[in-house]
């Protein structure tokens, strides 16, 4: 048990009830996408109204838990029908449903990787969205200076030859290989954030101390980069086998990055 890291297991739509109002910093989630992933407790086939209904109250009560200058990224994907197989753009059903609950949108930031399936009757799918929303869109925090990334040639270091550059909305992370989860004893977990990605976002998004939230933590890797980062964090999963595997990671994975 780590005091700085808190981890519930329960319904978000329940859970987030307990939290203080104004406390926390950064919500960092990826909801499930109603694909009928096997998560184990949560069956993922509710219907889109249910989804949708899920997905406006967590953002109505994450609105009320956020500190004014709080940010809320949701990392959604274009997922294909079950019946019909049309692609259905969750970022853009998502979008409505947050200006209805109230928040901003500040970027709709492109997450580029690699290593996915290849359909034969559509072109193969290789991003996924994180939409980035603010309480207020004149008041959010935005440490641009601590994610700057490298110049690709040397000649594009402009005037500083230490100089770096301003991500862009395009991001590339790998996603987390199957490999990767064996090695960390994660096999059965089927959608892992990278890392690497989520300490971008933590570290853009908020200082040493505050609180990040995972509404939808299954595996936990919020908490992982919020310990890394100096930042404390609160897991919410409604699947009880998460709590072990979150906590042995936020031990075994620590990483200090400050
Ligand atoms: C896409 S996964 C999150 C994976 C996570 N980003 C990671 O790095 O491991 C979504 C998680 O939401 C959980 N979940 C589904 N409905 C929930 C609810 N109503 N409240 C809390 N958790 C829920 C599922 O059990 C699943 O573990």
Request: proline content about 5%; charged content about 30%.
């Amino acid at each position: 048990m780590n005091k700085n890291h808190q981890i519930i297991i329960g319904d978000a739509k329940e859970k987030l009830k307990d939290i203080k109002p104004n406390y926390i910093t950064t919500i960092i989630t990826s909801p499930p996408y109603n694909i009928e992933k096997n998560y184990g407790k949560y069956k993922d086939n509710i219907s889109r109204s249910e989804w949708e209904e899920l997905i406006f109250e967590v953002f109505n009560l994450s609105k009320k838990v956020l500190k004014r200058n709080g940010s809320f990224f949701l990392n959604v994907s274009p997922v294909p029908d079950k019946k019909t197989k049309e692609i259905i753009p969750l970022d853009a059903i998502s979008y409505f449903l947050a200006k209805e609950a109230g928040f901003f949108l500040r970027n709709s930031i492109i997450w580029n990787f690699n290593n996915m399936q290849n359909p034969t009757k559509r072109l193969s799918g290789r991003w996924e969205s994180i939409l980035w929303f603010v309480k207020d869109i004149d008041n959010y925090i935005f440490n641009l200076n601590d994610i700057k990334i490298p110049y690709l040639t040397k000649n594009d270091r402009r005037l500083d030859p230490n100089g770096k550059r301003n991500p862009t909305d395009v991001w590339y992370f790998d996603r987390v290989n199957n490999m990767t989860k064996k090695k960390l004893g994660l096999s059965d977990v089927p959608t892992m954030f990278p890392t690497p990605m989520i300490e971008r976002i933590v570290k853009m998004s908020s200082n040493k101390g505050d609180v990040i939230l995972d509404p939808f933590a299954g595996s936990g890797t919020v908490a992982v980069a919020s310990n890394n980062l100096g930042r404390k964090s609160i897991s919410i999963e409604i699947d009880n086998r998460y709590e072990d595997i979150i906590s042995k990671r936020i031990k075994n994975e620590f990483e200090s990055k400050i």
